[in-house]
């Protein structure tokens, strides 16, 4: 997302280049139900569901590699709230 930032100013097109919803004609950004969803967060979510949808804490490489993931999702979004994975 490097290319948001032009010369130090917003890139406006640059950061609506990272929501694909904003392509079409008609976007809905009423209430957060039309909340617009950026291109890395669609594509993870696909790699997920592609790779690692199983159960958690499965003794399989899948099930390791996927309870990796959401520890590691969980602990980040701990640091973001500045709070302890228990918490969360």
């Given amino acids: 997302m490097a290319d ?18 904003l392509k079409q004609t008609q976007v809905f950004l009423d209430n957060a139900g039309g909340s617009q969803v950026l291109s890395d967060a669609i594509n993870s979510i696909r790699t997920y569901l592609e790779e690692t949808n199983v159960q ?10 996927a309870t990796q993931k959401y520890n590691e999702g969980l602990q980040a979004a701990a640091d973001f709230m500045n709070a302890d994975v228990s918490e969360i």
Wanted: hydrophobic share 45%.
């Fill in 56 to 65: 958690l804490g499965a003794s399989y490489s899948v099930g390791q590699k």
């Fill in 4 to 21: 948001i930032l032009a010369d130090g100013n917003l890139d406006v097109d640059a950061v609506r280049s990272h929501f694909p919803a």
